[in-house]
């Protein structure tokens, strides 16, 4: 059986630091693209980072580039996104996602087939 859970959110300041981790129990992460989104109170969610995408490449949202970072531990299964110097606006539910993997130029629009519950993150003095 397949399952993503999330955890690591909290309350921090600004320019803390949260690291966030993504378990995906039962798969084999070179197969998956893993991607970790957001959605902020009131607006649509968006792609934040993602793995094992356009090949085996990271990329990264414009707004988080050199702020997050996104790897992976295969033997754990798990993927991790450490974010640093982080912003009020970075305040989110945050979700893990995982979908078959191949290439594409948009990976923050194709099709996900799992998705984590969410983990709540605030950016707050």
């Known amino acids: 059986q397949l399952e993503v859970v999330e955890s690591g959110g909290g309350l921090v300041q600004p320019g803390g630091s949260l690291r966030l981790s993504c378990v995906l129990s039962?798969?084999?992460?070179?197969?998956?693209?893993v991607t970790w989104f957001r959605q902020a109170p009131g607006k649509e969610r968006e792609g934040v980072s993602c793995i094992n995408c356009r090949g085996k490449k990271t990329v990264y949202a414009a707004s988080v580039q050199d702020r997050f970072t996104i790897y992976k531990n295969n033997a754990k299964s798990t993927v991790y996104l450490q974010m640093d110097s982080l912003k009020p606006e970075d305040t989110a539910i945050y979700y893990c996602?995982?979908?078959?993997?191949?290439?594409?130029?948009?990976?923050?629009?194709?099709?996900?087939?799992?998705w984590g519950q969410g983990t709540q993150v605030k950016v707050s003095s």
């Open positions: 039962g798969f084999t992460l070179d197969k998956y693209t």
């Open positions: 996602a995982a979908g078959a993997n191949f290439y594409t130029d948009y990976p923050f629009i194709r099709p996900y087939d799992y």
